[in-house]
């Protein structure tokens, strides 16, 4: 038989007779599979493998424990031969064939009328692949279709409108650092199944121009002292949207819930009976100081981290050099911020490192000390988006060298994270 003489199609057996002719392993798997489709399955087969008595012991099957007669294709939908004996396969496939039935012959694909194709669900999609009569090949391309839909590189987004009582839902996405390849799984599935993303400025841009013609990207990004969209806006946004049976991703930078919004607009959307589903993203916190070789604990250094924002009071955070500080967003108050710490009694000399658009293809990595870090950082230009660290896991950096003990030693240090070679200028 040619692929070209297959005709793929779907059969809803929900409810109808059908029977499955043998009892070993490939039976069972074939009549869990119909049983999955709400067929109502005979097996008739003399001995029954564990996996089927199983089946037929809990109701769900009906097994006769005897050899195949003409008679027992009688009344069938569909007919699955499994005996492992090709006479008796044959003789089956015959019977099925003169009474107009459906069978698949599992002994002789070439002359099965029907074949059965290796599947796999993922979300409301079941995938079922024939690959010319060979099982091993259908299963590698299946699993292949399967962990691209999985993964968002295929498109899973429904077209047509689906009617449901609890109307749409809302995701809020952390997209991680800026990176696209930093997104997590789930993030990035559910990015592709959105009727709406409601995007921050941070995050990862790029995913945007792969989202289909018709999906809305509503911008509702901030920067610091300019939020265009308030926050009670952004929230009746993703109800509104939701509301109108739209899936909805709320896309935002590094993680949702660390020192973001998430918690405020999950809250908002359960108080107005949306459904809601929270997705952990790479927090720029720990990730962004990893892409400049920053480790925020590290041993012999520190064993403990705080992870703040610029606008907040740093009086209550460990003022050591062996607790690391982690700033987001710090760079507009960054003098006011090493004031204070001096204040609580951090050394002059502690070291610090900045780390400007994280992962992104124009990341930039500034090194220096406490007490001259704002002057150097403003005489280098420095700008969000940026996280600054705080304590002796800087001096962990490959952009800090030996002599970085020296009171007087800063550095700025252009640097792409796809490149292995870097320049180090001292002023």
Same mark, same amino acid.
């Not at 391309?141 to 999985?150: F, K, N, S, Y």
């Given at each position: 038989m040619a692929i070209q003489d297959i005709y793929p199609t779907a059969l809803r057996l929900l409810g109808r007779?059908?029977?499955?002719?043998?009892?070993?392993p490939v039976a069972a798997r074939r009549a869990k599979g119909l049983l999955d489709a709400g067929a109502r399955v005979t097996v008739v087969a003399p001995l029954a493998s564990p996996a089927l008595s199983e089946l037929a012991d809990a109701g769900l099957l009906t097994w006769e424990p005897r050899p195949y007669r003409t008679s027992d294709v009688d009344g069938a939908w569909f007919v699955q031969t499994a005996t492992g004996d090709s006479a008796v396969d044959a003789r089956v496939s015959a019977d099925?064939?003169?009474q107009r039935i459906w069978c698949v012959n599992a002994s002789d694909h070439e002359a099965s009328a029907a074949w059965t194709p290796a599947v796999a669900v993922v979300d409301d999609v079941k995938i079922a692949v024939n690959a010319g009569g060979d099982p091993r090949r259908a299963?590698?391309?299946?699993?292949?279709?399967?962990?691209?839909? @999985?993964?968002?590189?295929?498109?899973?987004?429904?077209?047509?409108? =689906?009617?449901?009582? $609890? %109307?749409?839902?809302? !995701?809020?996405?952390g997209g991680g650092p800026g990176d696209a390849g930093l997104i997590t799984v789930r993030g990035r599935r559910l990015l592709g199944q959105a009727d709406v993303v409601v995007s921050d400025r941070l995050g990862p841009r790029e995913l945007l121009s792969e989202l289909a013609p018709d999906v809305r990207v509503i911008e509702v990004g901030k920067t610091p002292g300019h939020h265009p969209v308030p926050q009670s806006e952004i929230n009746s946004i993703l109800v509104a949207e939701a509301q109108q049976g739209h899936r909805v991703v709320r896309l935002k930078g590094g993680d949702?819930?660390?020192?973001?919004?998430?918690? @405020?607009?999950?809250?908002?959307?359960?108080?107005?009976?949306?459904? =809601?589903?929270?997705? $952990? %993203?790479?927090?720029? !916190?720990?990730?962004?100081?990893?892409a400049a070789g920053i480790p925020v604990t590290h041993r012999g250094l520190a064993k403990g981290f705080s992870v703040v924002t610029g606008h907040e009071e740093l009086s209550e955070v460990p003022a050591r050099a062996d607790h690391t500080i982690v700033l987001l967003m710090g760079v507009g108050q960054l003098r006011d911020s090493a004031a204070s710490l001096a204040r609580a009694g951090l050394p002059a000399d502690t070291p610090v490192g900045i780390v400007e658009n994280g992962y992104l293809p124009n990341q930039r990595v500034t090194i220096g000390r406490l007490g001259t870090i704002a002057d150097q950082a403003e005489a280098a230009g420095v700008a969000n988006p940026a996280v600054i660290v705080i304590g002796d896991v800087v001096r962990v950096s490959p952009f800090a060298p030996p002599h970085f003990k020296t009171a007087d030693y800063s550095t700025t240090t252009p640097n792409?994270?796809?490149t292995t070679k870097t320049r180090i200028l001292t002023p």
């Open positions: 007779p059908v029977l499955v002719v043998g009892g070993g099925a064939e003169a299963m590698a391309l299946r699993d292949a279709v399967a962990t691209a839909l @999985e993964t968002g590189d295929l498109p899973l987004r429904r077209h047509r409108a =689906v009617h449901s009582a $609890s %109307g749409g839902s809302v !995701a809020l996405v949702p819930y660390v020192l973001g919004r998430g918690g @405020e607009e999950a809250e908002f959307c359960r108080q107005h009976g949306v459904e =809601v589903e929270v997705v $952990s %993203g790479v927090t720029s !916190a720990i990730s962004v100081p990893a792409s994270p796809r």
